[in-house]
């Protein structure tokens, strides 16, 4: 029965990779970003769309009727054309807007990076939480078993005339706060579960904090820094910003320049009466426009003030990316550094204490210690024990938010087996800009 037991439990085990993979899956975070970079790829075919030409086919018809003299008259008509529209220069207005339309896109590409490290962050937290009020809730739960104890040993000892009253009553008041305790530790599990579920999308089964992600992390302090300024998507994303931003005040300077378009078309018209329709002819038409700008009532001048304001904007803000990877990477590997003085710290206090508890309880027992001696002793105890779940939290944490710090906290490098979520492909089918043209052939 203790075989089938373990067995049901290790099937149910629920590891940190699985939990991320799940809520990778499951996050809706992650599929809006995912759909707000599809939706800002189609910015890429609108801008390529205004220097290829616009061509469209038409067909009309007409039918009268007349009773003249006694005679019936039913003329009718159909016309058929195809017209073509094109601009074929814009001072390279368009060009800088298809670059902005791309860098937009990449930026959209990088936010999905972005938004799948602070999920899978999210997660991480969400998880060790869990584990750590789980602890807790075992912990305080052995705590109240202890006092549970002392209070029954205090009464058997007034029994027989070895005890006070007051060594009742502190036994007394230490369970009291021991059960209060246990119980803010239940509520705050029950609050950790449900968080948990929000993000992977099922309730939290056998946790376990062991991974072997920390290989991830480099030797030293400047080299994860280094790796964090070259490929955190945060400071992608503000390059491609960067890049947005230049090729907006190129396209609102070139909006100062001439523009030269071309039109035409050509049709058919067919007519008849009583059914009998001949063609009539064929005609058509070529033109073309040249137009400068002289005056907008200064919302040309404007446009360029608010791009190149919009440019420095993107610099200024391309700066403060820097410096919070920056802070953020510094403050990821001192949480390390300082979990694992913690625990070391935590492990010596838990050692000692629990020689301590053991020592109190006998000389309590001989008569040379109280019963108050013995319930301080086990709160010290408990809260070394605490101390040591915290700090063991603390630092599986921290090594997580040091590989979101680095940039290193995506499913790619986690090696997670689900398929990424990019839309890059689809970038590419929308850049294919005669793809409209074929559709309507075929």
Do not use: C
Request: charged share 15%; hydrophobic share 45%.
């Amino acid at each position: 029965m203790m075989l089938a037991a373990a067995s049901v439990g290790a099937a149910q085990a629920q590891s940190i990779t699985q939990a991320l993979t799940a809520a990778y899956d499951h996050a809706p975070d992650l599929q809006s970003a995912l759909l707000s970079a599809k939706s800002s790829a189609e910015g890429i075919a609108q801008a390529q769309s205004r220097k290829l030409p616009t061509i469209g086919a038409s067909i009309a018809g007409n039918q009268q009727f007349s009773l003249i003299g006694g005679n019936w008259n039913t003329p009718s008509s159909i016309t058929t054309g195809i017209s073509y529209n094109q601009t074929i220069f814009d001072n390279y207005r368009t060009e800088a807007q298809i670059e902005a339309a791309r860098a937009a896109a990449e930026v959209a590409e990088y936010q999905i990076r972005n938004t799948e490290q602070n999920v899978l962050l999210s997660v991480v937290q969400a998880y060790m939480s869990v584990l750590t009020d789980r602890q807790l809730v075992a912990l305080r739960e052995e705590n109240i078993q202890f006092f549970q104890a002392q209070l029954q040993s205090a009464r058997d000892r007034l029994e027989v005339g070895e005890g006070t009253r007051i060594d009742v009553a502190q036994a007394e008041a230490r369970l009291a706060q021991g059960q209060a305790s246990y119980r803010a530790s239940v509520s705050s599990l029950e609050v950790s579960q449900a968080t948990f579920q929000r993000y992977v999308g099922a309730r939290p089964q056998n946790l376990s904090p062991g991974h072997n992600y920390a290989k991830l992390i480099p030797a030293g302090l400047e080299t994860a820094i280094a790796e964090a300024e070259v490929g955190h998507p945060a400071i992608l994303m503000s390059k491609a910003a960067i890049r947005a931003a230049q090729a907006g005040s190129d396209a609102a300077e070139a909006a100062f320049g001439p523009t030269a378009t071309i039109n035409g078309q050509v049709g058919s018209r067919w007519s008849g009466t009583s059914g009998l329709m001949s063609q009539d002819g064929l005609s058509g038409q070529v033109g073309f426009q040249v137009t400068v700008p002289l005056y907008a009532g200064g919302a040309l001048g404007s446009s360029v003030r608010k791009a190149n304001l919009d440019q420095v904007k993107t610099e200024v803000d391309a700066m403060a990316a820097y410096d919070r990877v920056r802070e953020a990477v510094i403050t990821a590997w001192a949480g390390i550094q300082s979990a694992e003085a913690q625990i070391q710290a935590a492990q010596a206090a838990v050692a000692a204490g629990s020689t301590v508890l053991e020592g109190v309880v006998q000389e309590r027992d001989l008569g040379t210690r109280t019963t108050l001696d013995v319930l301080n002793s086990q709160a010290e105890l408990t809260s070394a024990r605490e101390g040591l779940i915290n700090a063991s939290t603390n630092k599986v944490i921290a090594t997580f938010s040091l590989l979101s710090a680095m940039g290193r906290l995506t499913a790619s490098d986690l090696g997670l087996p689900v398929v990424v979520k990019s839309a890059v492909n689809y970038t590419q089918t929308v850049d294919d800009v005669w793809q409209e043209l074929r559709t309507v052939a075929d």
